[in-house]
């Protein structure tokens, strides 16, 4: 079996790293992240909301449905509640005026988003083995040579240097943060993209 790249592809667009971190730090002055979620090491922040509800930027809608494989006998099951990524449209009244608005609207003209998130993995964990609805946008802000993420067979180091790739998280895939810092990706849900 030869390991193939083509799940992790770098897009031709590119951000401010130093904005972007100046954004993250905003943003986690204006609201921490929500540990509350119900996965250990793990934690969110939505960048932009169901237009005038801001309830939808909670809880498990911070998450969404996604499928694992619990145990050994390799039954596939549902895990948390389905979204519908497209009612996704309006940016969080209070983060505007932060970088992170410019490149929500940049980001936008380019794909058709869904929710778009400020995602934390903590040091010295690891996701679940799961697949998601839709292929994902990372872009990575914090980040150690220990911050792994694969898909299927294949591992990458998405480096923090304001760089824009795509996922394949329709396959099953995880993150693991094996450094002693925290990681922070702005990941965004992409409902127009395809894989080859």
């Known amino acids: 079996m030869s ?20 954004a993250c730090d905003q943003v986690l ?9 119900g996965i250990p090491h793990f934690a969110g922040i939505s960048l932009n909301q169901i237009p005038g509800d801001p309830e939808s930027t909670k809880g498990s809608k911070i998450r969404g449905v996604y499928w694992t494989k619990p145990d050994s006998t390799g039954k596939e099951v549902a895990r948390d509640v389905g979204i519908d990524e497209s009612k996704y449209t309006e940016f969080v009244n209070d983060f505007k005026g932060t970088y992170f608005e410019d490149v929500y609207r940049e980001l936008s003209e380019k794909f058709k988003l869904g929710r778009v998130r400020l995602l934390l993995k903590e040091p ?23 911050a792994i993420m694969v898909v299927d067979s294949v591992a990458k180091h998405l480096p923090a240097d ?3 790739w795509i996922t394949n998280n329709t396959k ?4 693991f943060n094996g450094g002693e810092e925290n990681r922070v990706h702005l990941v965004a849900c992409v409902l127009n993209y395809k894989f080859n």
């Open 162 to 164: 304001g760089s824009v």
């Open 29 to 37: 002055k204006i609201k921490g992240f929500d540990t509350t979620l």
């Open 3 to 22: 390991l193939t790249f083509n799940d992790f592809q770098k897009q031709d667009i590119n951000f401010d790293i130093i904005k972007l971190r100046k």
């Open 172 to 175: 099953y895939h995880n993150a």
């Open 124 to 146: 010295r964990s690891t996701l679940s083995w799961h697949r998601d609805p839709e292929p994902r946008l990372h872009i990575p802000i914090y980040t150690n040579p220990g």
